[in-house]
């Protein structure tokens, strides 16, 4: 499985970049049929102070899933990111058992 980790118009973060490894490995434990999850960062316009975007997209067997989460920063944002993917995927993976 790769992992891609971007962070657009934004500087790098290290401590950000190995959280992010560290959580999309345990979701690829659980999925083990993952084959590229791509996790990008930037930071949206507006005055609410929930600007930080984190979007979330894996390639796997089935078609694409794809999360944009936005919120107060971007470990909060990344958390949200994952467990929505990871509900989707539950889902795919009953779909496919059924078949």
Do not use: H
């Given at each position: ?18 959280k992010?490894n ?54 909060t ?23």
């Amino acid at each position: 499985m790769t992992i891609l980790v971007q962070f657009i118009k934004i500087q790098t973060s290290e401590t950000l970049k190995a959280k992010t490894n560290e959580l999309v490995n345990k979701l690829a434990n659980r999925f083990d049929w993952l084959e590229t999850v791509s996790v990008s960062f930037k930071e949206g316009s507006g005055n609410t102070g929930k600007n930080k975007i984190c979007e979330v997209e894996v390639s796997a067997p089935t078609p694409r899933l794809f999360v944009s989460v936005t919120d107060l920063n971007y470990e909060t944002a990344l958390k949200v990111a994952l467990s929505d993917i990871e509900r989707q995927l539950k889902k795919r993976k009953e779909i496919i058992k059924a078949k």
